[in-house]
């Protein structure tokens, strides 16, 4: 790694990478094993930081159940290409050879054993064993393409480096306090590429004052939930917290919703309603209602939910058939409309990026400009909650690596 730049008498290359995170860094490797001189620059001070904060600190680095129709994008079919030539099996391959210990945690995801920066170390000494040279706090001063097709990058402190091909590995916009810029989506622009409307994505959201109010004093509390907006739906862990709603679950859905739309959020997604109703009043006729669905769920949760309701100190055998169908339609069918999200300063990924549609799904070179590539989250391309968006860097990272 190298912090410090040469000087001219090397400042040709075959390749240039802009950015040093997960799909860069595979580029990267897999260029410099075809023996292409690849530079890699990036602005921060450390390689791979994205790679090092996620999953907490263990790196969530693929999924064993990779499929295309778990990514969005505007060109649905764009993903399955780099996909299907490299997987996560191949991804796993290369994790093993380097005895990382990993685990499943569950619906396929898989995290290592110990740090992060097992998986960091591995891309670096790839790329190092292939002759990848890494430039940090490199701020990039302008681009431009020479009359005889080269890329002139220039720094801003006025070094210039050409390559034939340029690779834009830039990121989206998600936590800006890691160095995340709109740079990408500009070289794009400049290049005439179309960007497709950004938008954070596996964001937590925010609450309109009054159920912010109503809902706050359950902040921490967790349940196993499904959450759906129109056709689609996640079950998985959901958590109220002192802004609003989060956990896996929202955060998969968030990636879905739009604003003014309203969540619809089953908190007993396996319990037949009317027959553990039927059988509780049999049992314990004089028990409460809240007593009934504290069995259930977080007592709290109960309490907020049932608070004012007519029927909350009702004992069972009082209850009516249709009472007990609004009730479950209280807690399996509970609607809420969102005020908004988190925002980028918390999102995981950017929904949205450069338009896949002037990008070549087999290179991932631009349609029109011969050596300009971009591969990774820049791209419009976002994979749901659980290692797909490493996979789509790893993915996209060596198909172009194969071609740059």
């Not at 990848?132 to 005889?148: E, H, P, R």
């Not at 964001?203 to 004093?217: A, M, N």
């Not at 799904?361 to 968006?389: H, M, P, Q, R």
């Amino acid at each position: 790694m190298q912090n410090n730049h040469n000087n001219n008498n090397n400042n040709k290359k075959d390749v240039i990478i802009i950015g040093a995170g997960a799909a860069g860094l595979m580029c990267a490797m897999e260029a410099g094993k075809r023996g292409r001189q690849v530079l890699v620059l990036d602005h921060s001070n450390k390689p791979g930081k994205k790679i090092l904060m996620s999953g907490g600190g263990r790196c969530n680095f693929t999924n064993q159940e990779i499929h295309p129709h778990k990514y969005l994008s505007q060109n649905l079919h764009f993903c399955h290409s780099a996909l299907k030539r490299y997987t996560q099996w191949d991804f796993i391959e290369l994790v093993k050879r380097y005895k990382i210990p990993f685990h499943e945690k569950k619906l396929g995801q898989l995290f290592c054993d110990d740090k992060a920066k097992d998986i960091l170390d591995m891309l670096l000494a790839e790329c190092a064993h292939a002759g990848v040279k890494i430039y940090l706090n490199s701020m990039i001063g302008q681009i431009k393409q020479t009359d005889k097709g080269f890329f002139e990058v220039q720094l801003s402190n006025q070094e210039v480096y050409y390559a034939q091909s340029l690779v834009i590995a830039t990121g989206g916009l998600s936590i800006p306090t890691m160095g995340a810029t709109p740079f990408g989506y500009k070289i794009a622009e400049q290049f005439g590429l179309n960007i497709v409307p950004v938008r954070a994505g596996l964001v937590p959201f925010t609450l309109h004052l009054d159920d912010k109010h109503k809902f706050e004093v359950l902040s921490g509390v967790a349940c196993d939930s499904v959450v759906s907006v129109g056709e689609t739906a996640f079950r998985e862990n959901m958590l109220f917290t002192h802004r609003g709603l989060s956990g896996p679950a929202m955060l998969q859905i968030s990636n879905y919703w739009l604003p003014g739309q309203k969540l619809k959020l089953n908190f007993l997604p396996d319990v037949l309603f009317l027959a553990i109703f039927k059988q509780a009043q049999k049992q314990k006729p004089n028990s409460s209602l809240k007593e009934m669905l504290g069995q259930c769920l977080p007592k709290r949760l109960v309490s907020i939910l049932l608070a004012n309701h007519p029927l909350e100190h009702h004992c069972l055998q009082a209850i009516t058939h249709r009472e007990v169908e609004k009730i479950a339609e209280l807690f399996q069918a509970f609607q809420i409309t969102p005020n908004g999200t988190e925002g980028y300063r918390t999102a995981e990924v950017t929904i949205g990026g450069v338009d896949t549609q002037g990008i070549s799904s087999k290179t991932f070179e631009a349609n029109k400009i011969k050596g300009l590539y971009f591969i990774g989250e820049v791209l419009d391309v976002t994979g749901w909650l659980g290692g797909y968006n490493f996979q789509w860097a790893w993915s996209s990272g060596w198909a172009a690596g194969q071609y740059v």
